[in-house]
């Protein structure tokens, strides 16, 4: 039987027991508590990385930073800027891909081979966002009242989005809500399941490398009740786009609800 080790002579992906930061308003933190949990490889129950455990203190720190930089010099990106940083970070998934699809199969068992397979579609997906940033426009009506009027409509970004992903394609999900955001002009909070947190971190390096400014994407882990909760409960949230179980949607429907 093969077993699969990480490549821990690289600092990008260090799998080897030690602790990983989570990611707020582009610096490398612990949790507001200290706390942290551990993240272990489902076929072998050895233990691959601890992370922070973040929790309601954690989330206001990462929403003020989303608002802070949609507001301040994210605000100023022209789609064609969005687009280049996009498919710079497309380009950087590609310079990475073994060591993110590796991380997938550690943290949350996926074939390793199944792994490396989604490579052309998760880099597909951040191109095609890409090309979306330069593309998305109103149009002018046709005013049907007396007097010269001009009727038109403008897509705007929504602002500060939320993110809260499942155990079981953390790299593929995590692309489904970060390229979008960027590619529409938010910033986003994403809060991966404490099930298999570790992608979702290289990732974030991966968004510091490509030059994303601070506070554009904000990685926080924890579990749900501590973390997930407050960020779909968050009056400074203006959207949130979540993937995971019927149970958990309607949780957060019933919060955003009474938000």
């Known amino acids: 039987m093969n077993t699969i080790q990480a490549n821990t002579s690289s600092d990008f992906l260090a799998l080897d027991g030690r602790h990983h930061q989570m990611f707020i308003d582009g610096r490398w933190t612990d949790s507001v508590t200290g706390e942290v949990f551990a993240s272990r490889n489902p076929a072998t129950g050895e233990v691959l990385a601890t992370v922070p455990r973040g929790s309601a203190a954690d989330i206001d720190l990462a929403v003020a930073a989303a608002r802070r930089a949609f507001d301040g010099p994210w605000s100023r990106f022209r789609p064609a800027e969005r687009q280049r940083l996009l498919l710079t970070i497309a380009d950087l998934f590609d310079k990475y891909w073994d060591d993110l699809s590796l991380c997938d199969t550690l943290d949350m068992g996926k074939p390793i081979s199944r792994a490396r397979a989604d490579r052309g579609r998760v880099t597909g997906m951040l191109r095609y966002y890409a090309g979306l940033a330069t593309t998305l426009d109103g149009r002018t009506i046709d005013s049907s009242l007396p007097g010269e009027y001009l009727s038109y409509t403008r897509k705007e970004p929504v602002g500060v989005v939320g993110a809260i992903i499942p155990w079981n394609a953390p790299i593929a999900a995590s692309?489904?809500?970060?390229?979008?955001?960027?590619?529409?002009?938010?910033?986003?909070?994403?809060?991966?399941?404490?099930?298999?947190?570790?992608?979702?971190?290289?990732?974030?390096?991966?968004?510091?490398?490509?030059?994303?400014?601070?506070?554009v994407v904000n990685v926080v882990t924890g579990n749900g009740p501590e973390a997930g909760a407050p960020l779909a409960e968050h009056d400074g949230v203006d959207k949130i786009a979540f993937t995971g179980s019927t149970t958990t949607g309607q949780s957060i429907l019933r919060a955003r609800q009474a938000t």
């Open 175 to 215: 692309v489904w809500k970060i390229g979008p955001a960027l590619a529409t002009g938010c910033t986003i909070v994403l809060k991966p399941s404490e099930e298999a947190p570790l992608s979702a971190l290289l990732i974030a390096r991966i968004m510091d490398e490509a030059g994303v400014p601070a506070g």
